[in-house]
């Protein structure tokens, strides 16, 4: 961590150098908002209604057990861990609806 301090405004700035939030640009709550509706809006793009439900239960019932946590490392943690959810849930999402889609596939099973 280091101070500096600016002799023209007198204002102090502490800078963590071990800062390994997942996004400098935004502010944690604002990052788990946006990977919140962005799973959400995600779970619409499921070809089925019950993938759509699981994925939006999931998602709640997740970032729920979430919200209490205060040590930063876990909440970085919980974060990235959102952000891999999400590119998961749009990766099966792209390839079910191209099943979901697939006249042979049906057949096959």
């Given at each position: 961590?280091?101070?500096?301090?600016?002799?023209?405004?007198?204002?102090?700035?502490?800078?963590?150098?071990?800062?390994?939030?997942?996004?400098?640009?935004?502010?944690?709550?604002?990052?788990?908002?946006?990977?919140?509706?962005?799973?959400?809006?995600?779970?619409?793009?499921?070809?089925?209604?019950?993938?759509?439900?699981?994925?939006?239960?999931?998602?709640?019932?997740?970032?729920?057990?979430?919200?209490?946590?205060?040590?930063?490392?876990?909440?970085?943690?919980?974060?990235?861990?959102?952000?891999?959810?999400?590119?998961?849930?749009?990766?099966?999402?792209?390839?079910?609806?191209?099943?979901?889609?697939d006249p042979t596939y049906h057949n096959e099973v």
């Amino acid at each position: 961590t280091t101070t500096t301090t600016t002799p023209s405004s007198c204002q102090t700035t502490t800078t963590n150098n071990n800062d390994m939030t997942p996004s400098t640009a935004l502010p944690t709550r604002s990052k788990a908002i946006m990977l919140y509706r962005s799973l959400l809006r995600a779970a619409k793009k499921m070809p089925t209604p019950n993938r759509q439900k699981f994925v939006i239960r999931k998602t709640r019932d997740e970032f729920r057990e979430n919200k209490t946590l205060t040590d930063p490392e876990e909440i970085d943690f919980a974060l990235r861990l959102a952000d891999t959810n999400l590119d998961t849930v749009l990766i099966q999402a792209e390839h079910l609806t191209k099943l979901h889609n697939d006249p042979t596939y049906h057949n096959e099973v």
